[in-house]
């Protein structure tokens, strides 16, 4: 069978999961919590916050594969659903938007947040988000999801051998102008347009294996292989080496090039592992709260109240403190989302 919604949750669990503690612990200097366990000179938990780097990659597999879905089951409808799938998605990002505007005109003694007229509408429109570093991913959403009806023509007409290709070599390309030949336009629109052509450039790629994953029934080809009796000592190697492989290999290879290898190998021990019930019921709470903690947790580390959470001193006190702070915060921000979205249907 195809993904269930709990396969996606669990996805998006650990998606989140990885993003808060690489924003946490991928850092090297001017430490600010105190590790427990050294490599030599490096903290354990560094190269754990570096294999978060896995983070986007997941979400942009999780939606191409969703959109896919939806688009082969509502093959006249999902176009028309799209401006609504848009619209409670930005609810929710407004919604955010406001509340740590007001937060900031209560705590921001820099006045950064809201800022002046032109910064919070900006932050509202999506334009210039310069309250949250995370939220550059909102708008390359936005553009995935847009963009969503033609890349499913596009995996429907090229094999999937030769789009994955040809979708892995851009994502090359677009790589190197993120990181390594930044280039600046010499005009404001040309740049934002530019930076969000290389963002959805360094997303398009799992994004089209998600969709290649449904069309192709991957997860379910997988499991029908290692399911049997046969393969039971191979499943568990590739659901616990497989991951243990990839994490040594990104400890060597520090760059974020291999995020989306790293996130196709954690997705496919996740697709074949049987979950203990707390950890899958664990995962499943993350997922469904995983938006929120998104759009907030960079607030309680590095702009609004910055260095909060490091006050708990150790990585996994400060990592619970942070998820603590955030899912809290998501049950306020759910009381105000879902009366709205079931107002306006």
Sequence with gaps: ??????????????????????????????????????????????YVGLFGDMCVPIYCFCSGYAHYLLKRKQPQQYSHRIPGK????????????????????IFDESGSIPGSLGTFAGNMLVAGMSYNGAWWFVTTYLFLLILSPLSFRITEKVPGAILALISGVVYGIAYLFRF??????????????????????????????????????????????????????????????????????????????????????VLMSLTLAD??????????????????????HMFFYLTLFEGLVFYAKYPLLIALFMFAICIGISYIIELIYKPICRRIG
């Design 1 to 46: 069978m195809p993904l269930t919604k709990e396969d996606t949750l669990h996805f998006k669990g650990v998606a989140i999961l990885g993003m808060v503690l690489l924003h946490l612990f991928c850092r090297l200097e001017n430490l600010p919590y105190t590790p427990l366990i050294w490599i030599e000179d490096v903290p354990l938990i560094y």
């Design 86 to 105: 848009i619209f409670r998605f930005l609810v929710n990002y407004w919604i955010v938007v406001i509340l740590f505007s007001v937060l900031g005109l």
């Design 180 to 265: 390594n030949f930044q280039i600046t336009l010499g005009n404001t629109v040309l740049n934002w347009l530019w930076n969000q052509l290389v963002l959805l450039g360094t997303s398009q790629f799992p994004y089209f294996l998600g969709m290649l994953a449904f069309k192709y029934r991957i997860p379910e080809k997988l499991r029908g292989y290692f399911n049997g009796r046969k393969h039971g000592f191979l499943k568990l190697a590739v659901m616990i080496g497989l991951p243990l492989a990839a994490f040594i290999g990104h400890s060597i290879v520090q760059s974020m090039i291999v995020a989306p290898i790293t996130a196709m190998i």
């Design 275 to 296: 979950l203990p019930k707390w950890l899958s019921s664990g995962l499943a709470f993350l997922g469904r709260h995983s938006t929120n903690i998104w759009f907030v």
